[in-house]
């Protein structure tokens, strides 16, 4: 397929998109009670507001639209890791390593649940971090569970892992993952400002 047939077919299925998406949000309006309708209408209109900023060319990576609507226009380069550092990786989920960290700019790795995809994401993470101990890695899910397995997996393989926990709403009984919550990552931080000495006002500024 050309790189034209392509974007000429991604056109047509963001039409499709549209229609299908227009209809659903008459149907909410029409046969949801009210307290379920604005949750579901606000997602389908931000699916909506997506779909427009797409077709219209607002979008933050070029490259990433390009790749999806046209992969075979990607170059990539091949990797291939000897030293996993789990030892309970089974070949399909290596193999999902080993892309994910090939250079391209987009990977998707799928499986039903029970698949070990946590445990892949894990050795995506750790095998950046023995990379570049300081590379910043943001990981986002639905559910809080999943990042919270992944923050415990990490910082059993690292001594000195630093994280920061974005809303976690999952309850935290044991107090495990204290330290990773927002609120005691600034306070550390100010302490930590506040053995070099600089300005107590500095220092108070940044608390608040």
């Known amino acids: 397929m050309t790189r034209e047939e392509a974007f000429v077919r991604w056109n047509t299925e963001i039409q499709d998109w549209l229609k299908y998406l227009n209809k659903r949000e008459e149907l909410i309006q029409i046969h949801e009670e009210k307290e379920k309708q604005i949750g579901n209408l606000a997602k389908i209109r931000r699916q909506k507001q997506a779909l427009y ?7 933050a990576n070029p490259q990433l639209l390009l790749a999806f609507i046209h992969p075979e226009s990607i170059s990539q380069e091949h990797i291939r ?11 399909s989920q290596k193999m999902a390593v080993n892309m994910a960290l090939s250079g391209q700019c987009f990977t998707l790795i799928q499986g039903p649940p029970g698949t070990g995809k946590t445990s892949v994401i894990t050795e995506i993470c750790s095998q950046i971090l ?51 919550q927002a609120n005691k990552v600034l306070l550390d931080y100010r302490e930590r400002l506040l053995h070099k000495e600089i300005p107590h006002g500095v220092a108070d500024f940044l608390k608040k």
Do not use: Y
């Open 81 to 91: 890791l000897n030293n996993f550092s789990s030892d309970k990786l089974n070949d």
């Open 53 to 59: 900023n797409v077709r219209s060319g607002v979008f």
């Open 130 to 180: 023995l990379k570049e101990s300081e590379a910043r890695i943001l990981v986002c899910s639905e559910t809080h569970v999943a990042v919270n397995n992944i923050f415990h997996n990490l910082e059993n393989k690292f001594l000195n892992f630093m994280g920061l926990r974005i809303n976690d709403k999952e309850f935290d009984e044991e107090k495990t993952r204290e330290r990773f």
